[in-house]
């Protein structure tokens, strides 16, 4: 019996350190959050041309959390919830350009509300 705990303490060990080390959807809104006025879709838009410092840092910061197929599809479902929150206060094609204009060598898909993130 005894050989038998072993292994399966291991297996749950290593699972739960997996789900702890998931990014939360509130690390990648808190993260992102600096990008608003880039990606905002509004008359007094003050994000310019370009994002912010604080902004690429955060997706710089992101990125490094994307460790597994896993990671990407939890941060892309938050993404897509955020977005569909925004609904047309977003320009969608600033969203997807954030990591190349941030310098991240990532490429985010064009997350809309239909958008399958496990793909």
Avoid: W
């Amino acid at each position: 019996m005894a050989h038998f705990l072993v292994p399966l303490c291991l297996i749950l060990l290593i699972s739960i350190q997996y789900v702890l080390s998931a990014p939360s959807c509130q690390t990648v809104t808190s993260q992102l959050s600096p990008c608003l006025p880039y990606i905002r879709n509004d008359s007094g838009n003050k994000g310019g041309n370009s994002p912010t410092v604080p902004c690429c840092t955060g997706v710089n910061n992101i990125y490094k959390l994307q460790k597994s197929k896993g990671d990407r599809v939890v941060i892309c479902n938050c993404l897509k919830t955020v977005l569909i929150n925004l609904g047309n206060m977003v320009i969608p094609s600033r969203v997807s350009e954030l990591p190349k204009k941030c310098g991240v060598s990532y490429n985010m898909p064009p997350i809309d509300k239909n958008y399958d993130c496990n793909k």
